[in-house]
């Protein structure tokens, strides 16, 4: 079955510090691999997509992440967060003619 | 402008009364699908739509109906509500064919309170 994990239910960091949030998929085919953020009281806003080619992907917002197939995984990354990142982060994970499956999320929180 | 249409953005109704929430999209997508959004519990999806007269369950279909008769719209109904249906709904749709395929486009949200 279709699977998108996000292990971190919570993550704080400083604002200045560098941020990692994970994701990894258990999926059939082969995948086309999303982050969405959304803001408080907020919908959701693409962050960067993964389609093909270039494993490693530049988002708006100064936001990048990688693509490992080996480990299943498509991790998101930004080098200094900001007091604005705070927010919800969603992996999402599509194919071909198959649903959309979206991860839990992972709630970060920014401190001052 | 391309978009995902929900309406209404805000509903307060009673136990029992049947509604309908509208969602329509001008991007001419196959897909579409329905999320509800509960404090901690992430985007959990109720139905979701691969084109227009198929409709499939989602991970919380109960209390639940959909139709897609039309490419562009997919109402989500709900016909004898409950309290424990007061949630953030979204509704998101996408092309998911190869050549094509993009990201999931979101409406605004709409947040359903039931008394």
């Known amino acids: 079955a279709q699977s998108v994990t996000q292990p971190d239910i919570h993550i704080t960091v400083s604002e200045g510090a560098s941020l990692e949030l994970r994701c990894n998929y258990s999926?059939?085919?082969?995948?086309?691999l999303f982050w969405y953020v959304q803001s408080p009281g907020q919908g959701l806003q693409l962050l960067l997509k993964?389609?093909?080619?270039?494993?490693l992907v530049q988002g708006i917002k100064g936001f990048e992440a990688e693509f490992k197939r080996s480990q299943s995984s498509f991790n998101l990354r930004k080098p200094s967060v900001h007091w604005s990142d705070a927010a919800e982060y969603f992996c999402?994970?599509?194919?071909?003619?198959?649903?959309?499956?979206f991860g839990p999320g992972t709630r970060l929180s920014v401190l001052p | 402008e391309a978009q995902v249409t929900q309406n209404p953005r805000y509903l307060i109704t009673v136990t029992g009364k049947k509604l309908t929430v509208t969602c329509s999209q001008n991007?001419?997508?196959?897909?579409m699908s329905w999320y509800r959004q509960d404090p901690g519990l992430g985007l959990r999806q109720i139905y979701y739509?691969?084109?227009?007269?198929?409709?499939d369950k989602g991970d919380v279909p109960e209390g639940y109906k959909v139709s897609r008769k039309e490419k562009r719209n997919f109402p989500l109904i709900l016909e004898s509500p409950s309290p424990n249906q007061t949630s953030l709904y979204f509704c998101?749709?996408?092309?998911?064919?190869?050549?094509?395929?993009?990201?999931?486009?979101f409406g605004q949200g709409t947040r359903l309170t039931v008394v």
């Open positions: 999402a994970v599509g194919a071909d003619g198959q649903n959309f499956v």
């Open positions: 991007m001419n997508h196959e897909y």
């Open positions: 993964y389609f093909s080619g270039d494993t």
């Open positions: 999926y059939g085919a082969t995948p086309y």
């Open positions: 739509s691969m084109n227009v007269e198929v409709t």
């Open positions: 998101a749709s996408s092309f998911i064919w190869t050549g094509v395929f993009t990201e999931a486009f």
